[in-house]
T-cell receptor, first 116, second 115 residues
């Protein structure tokens, strides 16, 4: 199984809502990532979890809150978002994030988020 | 910091023609280099990667790339384009960041295939 799944596929939320994005993989990978991607742009790294610990936070606003309940799951909790946060949110996983520069990242299909 | 530059935000070819997507990297050490493809409304998928084992790297769907240290290039090629190759292509370099190897993506090249 080389699949990363993400739910929901689409999400529309108001600026006062609280919602969560979910990501799951069963490849035994110990590194998981959240990316934000605007249209016609490359993915921008938001967070990296390594062995269920947050290892990188790319100065993301606190209205985005990641959580890694176990080695297979990664959540992104959203609260009080702004319209400019509308984007495709991609989850990825890899075997590990340290000392293995050639590790392949496996991406999920993404959640298309629209903030009204 | 390492980086990649993708020349041309759009490349247009006819079906059956050669595909050439350009990527140049900057690095003071041997890099790890990747090409990813993103089809509309999907995530990214690895096409191929360079890990210093061989300079000519073969990937999926008939794509290949050649690592040229003297030119600091890792261009992606395919001998004959198919309509199904129309997608966004990202070159990426992997560099250590805080003890982790995190890929840095180029801006992407949109491949358009005409019948």
């Amino acid at each position: 199984d080389t699949e990363v799944t993400q739910t929901p596929k689409h999400l529309v939320m108001g600026m006062t809502n609280k919602k969560s994005l979910k990501c799951e993989q069963h490849m035994g990978h110990r590194a998981m990532y959240w990316y934000k991607q605007k249209a016609k742009k490359p993915p921008e790294l938001m967070f990296v979890y390594s062995y269920e610990k947050l290892s990188i936070n790319e100065s993301v606003p606190s209205r985005f809150s990641p959580e890694c309940p176990n080695s297979s799951l990664l959540n992104l909790h959203l609260h009080a978002l702004q319209p400019e946060d509308s984007a495709l949110y991609l989850c990825a996983s890899s075997h590990s994030s340290g000392g293995a520069g050639a590790d392949t990242q496996y991406f999920g299909p993404g959640t298309r988020l629209t903030v009204l | 910091a390492q980086s990649v530059t993708q020349l041309g935000s759009h490349v247009s070819v006819s079906e059956g023609a050669l595909v050439l997507l350009r990527c140049n990297y900057s690095s003071s050490v041997p890099p790890y280099l990747f090409w990813y493809v993103q089809y509309p409304n999907q995530g990214l998928q690895l096409l191929l990667k360079y890990t210093s084992a061989a300079t000519l790297v073969k990937g999926i769907n008939g794509f290949e790339a050649e690592f040229k240290k003297s030119e600091t290039s890792f261009h992606l090629t395919k001998p004959s384009a198919h309509m199904s190759d129309a997608a966004e292509y990202f070159c990426a370099v992997s560099e250590p960041t805080g003890g982790s190897y995190i890929p840095t993506f180029g801006r992407g090249t949109s491949l358009i295939v005409h019948p």
